[in-house]
């Protein structure tokens, strides 16, 4: 009987891990595989564990405890991945219990089957991955809701400037980040501040900001976790005219253009009306994302 061992992964299993997402994950997720690596080893919070069959890793799980809202300690499920040879023999079951158990241990109580802001792959299952769901469905996991990501063709997309009235829009200057975490904190309830902390460290900073008067009333940010997904980005409720959302995202993808880059995601697209209008955006993905309570 071939033994299997689930145990805490380990920095050592890195480029293991790595080729078994290389050989599970669609194409798509894996154009990345930098990013994914600097999430998943690198990324404080997140809970990794890998399985072991007969001394050999075929599968690994990762995930977080996210954030609490309205009394809730939310968990999500990073990214699980069991290579192609060892499927449907409950090793993917079993990593998902570990990681219920170690998030459950941490206080969540209901776990997601993506997502997890800040940090954060995919916002869900891929609709394309009947397989995947199916896996999440058999553990107990109820489908919620569907979230998209849109694609932008670069190439057909007008990216000039335009005024937006008195408001001034520049790359975010990382010596002004205690300001502009404070207005973030304060404007979005906590809820993107510490995603775009990411964006300091790209090179260059892949952050906008939009001021008037002295005073911060927009940003946009891209590459948070992902190489070439766009978001998010948010205008203050009372500063919603003259374009300025059109604008802010148009800084970010021109400098998409400047690196080169021919298509961009949008990620996790709420309003996608907007981004179909200003932008021709459609949606490429969508995400079904599924919810098990603890
Ligand atoms: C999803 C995944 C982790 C499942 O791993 P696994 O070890 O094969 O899963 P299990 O053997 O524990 O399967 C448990 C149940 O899930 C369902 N399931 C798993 N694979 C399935 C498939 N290909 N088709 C239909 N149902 C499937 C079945 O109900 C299965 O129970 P059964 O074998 O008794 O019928 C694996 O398919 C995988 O790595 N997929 C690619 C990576 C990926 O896309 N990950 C999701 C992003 S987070």
New binding site residues.
Partial sequence: MPSLTIRRATPEDEAVVAEICRS???PA?RGDMAGLGRLLWHTDGVIGFVAERDGAIV?AVFGTVTHEFEGTVTAA????????G???????????AELESAVCERGATEVW??GGQPRFW?SG??EK????I??F???GYLKDDVAPNMRVALADADLGAREVGTTAIRRLVPSEWPAFREWMDQTWENQWGEEVTTTLDRTPVSCFVAVRDGAYIGFSAYDTNRRALFGPMGSSPQAREHGLGSELLRFCLRDYVDQGLTECEIGWAGPVDFYTKVMGAVVSRRFIRLKKEL
């Fill in positions: 599970a994950l669609l997720d599968g499920v990073t990214l699980i991945a069991v290579a192609p060892h499927s449907r023999r409950g090793i993917g079951t079993k990593l998902l089957s993506g995919w299952v891929d991955c009947p397989a995947v199916a896996f469905e058999k553990a």
